[in-house]
């Protein structure tokens, strides 16, 4: 295959892949899997493994890519001729003929089956279920029914809030205290921290999109896309200013249950403050007068910043630091610190439980 040729092919199936969509969702997942109270993180001298495994964290980014890639190729295959009647669509790659459905299809499988094998063997099958079935949900649920209700946003809503899950889920895995099950990564007390996660990428979604799609609401109309920016415009206002406020008490969550620190609570808050007012202006306005672009530059914005500033803000990062580089641990604390663990470990708790017992006995 010539030079040029491989380059366009290489070039279409990354515009398949929807690539800065997948980045940020690929963000999503390695953040919920980074936020996981490891152990490790806050007592590096009471375990040979210093961390949660970067080889695991290697197969949970490109498998969640992947599944992405492939998501997001079939959404393209199956509305080829109402991509054409939008401006936002016209120009992806099966609508301009730059590959036709077949060979399409071809990408959405090889990529939907690296990925979830990926998830699979890399990482473990709690997370290659949720893979696949983010596959199924965007397009074979959410991608049909954007033509029959406008119920499909919330729909998406949920595809999106899945990845931070399959992070946590990740994580949760290499600490595992069972059997390792689905119950035990995603129903124990012990997996709150990814579903609090997994709730503020669902309610973000709504100010995002609902502000996005309100400048092009005429061609979601034209192309028979049923959304609530053309359907009811009063409650797509009215819904992207609720989910916007309930930003405030997922992140107030996090730190509730020591996902993170006290300093997250100001600084998401701050972060939060900004989209709800920008929200609140797009639900006065209805959407005229700027409010509308003023709220989706907000919730381009918001997600990133609150994303790492729980990284930041993680539970115990900075008491670890800082104790270390001031050798405010000695030998004796350290051999203490050995023995509780091992004694956790010994009995079978969770490793949220002993870091929990941990930093509340050193505050």
Known sequence: MPAASLRRLLTTCLSLSKPRL????????????????????????????????????????????????????????????????????????IVRGLIGKQGALVFAAVAGALGIGSLWFGVNPTVAFLGGLNIFL???????????????????????????????????????TGSGEWKELLLSEESIGGWLLAGLLFAWQFPHFN????????????????????????MNGRVALRYAIL????????????????????????VNAWMVR?????????????????????????????MVL?????????????????GEIDEDEDAWMEDEVAQARESNRHPLHVVRDLTSANT
């Open 211 to 234: 502000s996005l799609s309100w400048p092009i609401r005429e061609e979601y109309k034209n192309a028979g896309y049923r959304m609530l920016v053309w359907t009811n415009a009063r």
């Open 247 to 270: 930003c405030f008490p997922i992140c107030a969550g996090l730190w509730w249950f020591q996902i993170t620190d006290q300093g997250f609570l100001v600084t998401s808050s701050v």
């Open 22 to 93: 997948s980045f940020l969702i690929v963000l999503t997942t390695a953040t919920a899997y980074s936020l996981y109270p490891v152990p490790a993180l806050l007592l590096p001298t009471t375990t040979t493994s210093p961390s949660l495994s970067a080889l695991t964290l290697v197969f949970l980014t490109a498998g969640t890519a992947l599944c992405c890639s492939s998501a997001n190729a079939l959404n393209m295959l199956l509305e080829p001729q109402h991509d054409a009647k939008m401006s936002r669509t016209r120009n992806r790659p």
């Open 278 to 306: 920008e929200a609140w202006d797009f639900w006065r306005k209805e959407g005229h007068k700027g409010s509308a672009r003023g709220l989706f530059w907000a919730s381009v914005w918001h997600l990133p910043v609150v």
């Open 310 to 326: 729980a990284m930041v803000h993680k539970k115990g990062l900075w008491e670890g630091i800082w104790k270390r580089l001031n």
């Open 138 to 176: 965007y397009a074979g649920v959410y991608t049909p029914m954007k033509r029959i209700s406008v119920l499909n946003t919330w729909v998406g809503a949920v595809v999106g809030g899945i990845p931070p899950l399959m992070g946590w889920a990740a994580a949760a895995g290499q600490s595992a």
